[in-house]
C-alpha cells in the first residue's frame, strides 16, 4: 500500500529552527508538497520538490531524497504564527495526491 | 473575494437529510477535487473531475456523489446524512499544465446529529 509517516506532533521555541520530517513508500513518484494548515482553515501551499536537493524560500527551505523517500521541511527564525500543522502530500504515477495526516507543530514563547 | 467558494461555510443537519454542498471557483482550472477531513487523519480524497464530463471516485466515495454543472462549479451531496459524516470538507482545484498545486476553498463544516 501507499503510506506516508510524519511525526503527529512538535513543539518548538519562538525564535528557533525546526525541521519537520516527510517518509514516504508510494507507488511512483511525480513530485511532494508541503502545506501548511492553521486550524479550521483551508491548506496553503508552501513548497514543492520534485528533485532532489534543497529548495529555500525566505524562512522555509524543503528537502528531497527521492532514493530514501525522504523529506523534510525547514522553518527559521519561528514566529508565533508559525503554529499550524504542517501536511505533506506525494504525487505518485498516476497523479494521484497522497497525504500524510499531517504533523502538528506547537511554537512556544 | 476567494478564488475557490464553498457554500454553506457551516451546516448543522439531522441523520437522514440530504445535504449539498456547493463549489464554485473563478481560478479558470479544469480540475475540482472534493475532500473530506477529520482530526488526526489527514485529508481523504471523496470524488474528483477533471473536465466537465469526467468524474471519478475517490476513496472514500460511498454516501457521497457530485455533480459537476460547469467548469467553475463542483457539487457534493449526501443523499442520506449520517453522523460520521460529520467533518470538515473542503473544495480545491488544479490546473493541469502546472505541478499539480491545489487551490482549496475555505471549508464547509458539517454536523450530522
Known amino acids: 500500500g501507499q503510506n506516508i509517516d510524519q511525526p503527529t506532533e512538535m513543539t518548538a521555541t519562538e525564535g528557533a529552527i525546526v525541521q519537520i520530517n516527510c517518509t514516504y513508500q508510494t507507488s511512483g513518484f511525480n513530485g511532494l508538497f508541503w502545506y501548511q494548515q492553521h486550524a479550521g482553515e483551508a491548506p496553503t501551499f508552501l513548497s514543492y520538490n520534485v528533485l532532489d536537493g534543497l529548495e529555500e524560500k525566505g524562512r522555509f527551505s524543503s528537502f528531497l531524497s527521492r532514493s530514501k523517500g525522504y523529506s523534510y521541511l525547514l522553518l527559521k527564525e519561528l514566529q508565533m504564527k508559525d503554529s499550524a500543522s504542517y501536511l505533506c502530500?506525494?504525487?505518485?504515477?498516476?497523479?494521484?495526491?497522497?497525504w500524510g495526516a499531517g504533523t502538528k507543530l506547537i511554537i512556544k514563547p | 473575494d476567494a478564488d475557490v467558494t464553498q457554500t454553506p461555510r457551516n451546516r448543522i443537519t439531522k441523520t437522514g437529510k440530504r445535504i449539498m454542498l456547493e463549489c464554485s471557483q473563478t481560478k479558470g482550472h479544469d480540475r475540482m477535487y472534493w475532500y473530506r477531513q477529520d482530526p488526526g487523519l489527514g485529508l481523504q480524497l471523496i470524488y474528483y473531475?477533471?473536465?466537465?464530463?469526467?468524474?471519478n471516485k475517490g476513496e472514500i466515495s460511498d454516501g457521497y456523489s457530485v455533480s459537476r454543472q460547469a467548469q467553475a462549479k463542483f457539487s457534493l451531496s449526501l443523499e442520506s446524512a449520517i453522523p460520521n459524516q460529520t467533518a470538515l470538507y473542503f473544495c480545491a482545484t488544479s490546473d493541469f499544465r502546472d505541478t499539480g498545486e491545489l487551490f482549496f476553498g475555505e471549508g464547509s463544516r458539517l454536523t450530522v446529529l
Open positions: 502530500a506525494v504525487t505518485d504515477s498516476n497523479y494521484q495526491l497522497i
Open positions: 473531475s477533471f473536465d466537465v464530463k469526467d468524474i
